[in-house]
């Protein structure tokens, strides 16, 4: 007799087509790169992206957010080749999800669900498990009767972590009970981090921000020789991670915490505000960008606006351009002299950049480029702040 077969337990990696939508306020090439980072989140999530569809829209359909044309040319793909998940990159009304799944008989997905979902596979801590799990309540309350559908259908995946796979949340009240439960275990774990922060050394406190995916966590393994994870995906850091550092010059405390991203779902910005507590009790911002993206003054504006919004703007920012390695015209490593790199450091020092965003630096983390000068600029900040105490 043969051996037994065995069946396959690993999940078949789904298949996904994204939607964006070109609006009177966007630029086709803004929209383009919007989609792209679209493509980006569902590969974090675990999807293959198959196609991407793009529709000139002044206002989304009330009723399926895109035009009949267009979706009935999505609904052909989908059917064609078996397509599981259909994503958008905007929030999606109720009714509108409720319409789209009917059309295209497959699960859709709006930007917000993807991100959450994102965040349920990345949580690692209790605190951070209860923060997205509270934030996904609060995101299916609304869309109950469509989560019934999906299970009724005994549908899993991409986007069905967390709330909603249990009986019980297919009623609203006990959701709303749920909702409450975890806003009070949360309250519990945000005393206890206040009063380990209050109990901390009174250092100068940096703390790292930036839009996800800029090499926070690398410059934060860098700086503190820690062994915080660093992944070339979105969101690889959830929790706030704090380190001592003590050079022979300086001692402060840094600390990394999740990156910000355009359309972050309110639900998650208001959970995450104890998180981001660390951020606003900071003494000094390290506003890492990576000056290698196309857009990296769009994504500085979306960290800015963050801030603004989790009341942390008005602190001692330093931006660190970071990766100018990958630049379009870097010097190449290796095969020119420590002049030349020097030179163009400086080119890069005199820089529209540096001007408008003063003070400024410029490095490469993964190839330790010019973290001399941020290790200065570091022990300048913090011996400053020492004064004023």
Sequence with gaps: MGKPKLFDTKRKQEEAVIVGVVNYQQRLEQ????????????HTAGAIVKKQFLQK??????????????????????????????????????SQLRNLEQQLKCK?????????????????????????????????LPRLTRMWTHLSKQKGGIGMKGPGETEIETDRRALREKIS????????????????????????????????????????????KSDVFAEDKL???????VRKVDWPDASFLISDTVGFIRKLPHQLVECFKSTLDEIREADILLHVVDISHPNFEDQIHVVNETLKEIGALNKSVVLVFNKIDQLKEPFILGDETIENKQAYLDQLQNSWMAKENYPAIFISASKKLNVEELRNTLTKLVLEFSKKL
């Design 31 to 42: 929209a383009e790169e919007y989609l792209e980072e679209l493509a980006f989140l569902a």
């Design 57 to 94: 829209l002044n206002y989304p359909n009330p009723r399926t957010f895109i035009g009949e044309g267009k979706l009935q040319e999505i609904s052909d793909y989908v059917t064609l080749h078996e397509i599981d998940i259909v994503i958008f990159d905007d929030e999606l009304s109720p």
């Design 108 to 140: 859709i997905l709006d930007r917000s669900n993807l991100i959450l979902d994102i965040f349920a596979s990345r949580a690692q801590s209790a605190q951070a498990k209860y923060q997205v799990e509270l934030a996904q309540a609060q995101y299916l």
């Design 181 to 224: 439960k975890l806003k009070e275990r949360l309250e519990v774990i945000d005393r206890q981090a206040a009063t380990q922060r209050r109990n901390r050394d009174h250092k100068a406190r940096i703390s790292l921000v930036g839009y996800t995916n800029v090499g926070k966590s690398t410059i934060m393994n860098l700086i503190a």
């Design 235 to 241: 969101f690889a850091t959830l929790d706030s991670t």
